[in-house]
């Protein structure tokens, strides 16, 4: 039996190359081969070029309810809106004040050492209500919180707070939890021809007696590149310095004449890359050609 020969296709991929009529955005192209690529046993992702366009904060429409200047009992509390963004600690920080000093004369600061907000004012008890599950996170908010208070006479005691001058009289609320500014850790490669069952995302079950798994799956896209760069900014992987990832097949994929691409988030959702549409990667495959053909 004559012994398989193995043989490389390189295949640069690049959104610009794409039909902008029939795909105007990058997150989801198709590129045709001048040759098609035959008997493919594996492909090795070499390198890619991709921007980190998720924004912390995705709709920043009347995220929080706050209390005005003036609080009376049974009062309404106000809607705040703030853009949609990469934000970090300080410039959310920044971004909620500039929103809400006018009408509420509260400040927000964020604790760097303790990875949390704090809400503060001179007087006035105020409550603030996060109302997505987005802000929810970023700002380490449960659900409405009111203020409390520290007074150096007869007020509340807190030993922590009872000698520090950013808390004594003021009403202020901190975040109940550490704030998470970066949920998202990754965008996945979709190639609709090189998908493969090999791949595995982890869910959890709704319940062990039916077997039925909770979210969306991701499972069959080619793979994940880490997103280790600031929003904005482009991530440039290597398969040198981030991780060697390749795809076997357990069978050989016959032919293919295309590349049918689509960046997605873990949802399995297109990436909306705010315009920022180029990105490309580089491939190698691996194709078997029987030894008996070679020159």
């Known amino acids: 039996m004559a012994k398989p020969f193995i043989e490389y296709r390189h295949v640069f991929v690049n959104s610009e190359n794409r039909d902008t009529y029939l795909y105007p955005s990058g997150n989801s192209y198709v590129l045709h081969l001048t040759t098609p690529i035959q008997n493919i046993k594996r492909v090795e992702l070499l390198h890619a070029s991709v921007p980190n366009t998720f924004y912390t904060l995705s709709n920043g429409s009347n995220v929080l309810s706050v209390s005005n200047i003036t609080v009376e009992q049974g009062a309404p509390l106000t809607n705040v809106s703030i ?56 700002l380490g908010l449960d659900s409405s919180t009111n203020s409390t208070n520290v007074s150096v006479s007869g007020g509340t005691y807190y030993p922590l707070y009872s000698d520090n001058t950013r808390y004594v009289d003021k009403e202020f609320l901190k975040s109940t939890k550490v704030a998470n500014l970066h949920p998202t850790e990754g965008i996945f490669l979709d190639v609709e021809e090189l998908r493969t069952n090999l791949n595995e995302d982890a869910l959890a079950q709704t319940t062990q007696e039916t077997g039925f798994f909770t979210g969306n799956n991701i499972r069959r896209t080619f793979g994940l590149i880490p997103l280790d760069v600031n929003g904005g900014e482009i991530k440039r992987y290597k398969k ?51 030894s008996k053909k070679n020159p």
């Open 240 to 290: 040198t310095t981030d991780y060697d990832f390749a795809i076997d097949y357990p069978y050989a994929i016959q032919s293919i004449d295309r590349l049918s691409i689509s960046w997605l988030d873990r949802t399995g959702s297109q990436v909306n890359f705010q315009g920022l549409n180029d990105n490309s990667f580089l491939l190698r495959f691996h194709t078997i050609r029987d």
């Open 83 to 138: 853009p949609p963004g990469f934000y970090s600690g300080p410039g959310l920080a920044t971004e909620i004040t500039n929103a809400i000093s006018n009408i509420t004369n509260i400040s927000v600061t964020y604790l760097s050492n303790e990875g949390k907000f704090l809400f503060s004012r001179s007087s006035n008890t105020f409550t603030v209500q996060p109302n997505t599950d987005e802000i929810k996170t970023m």
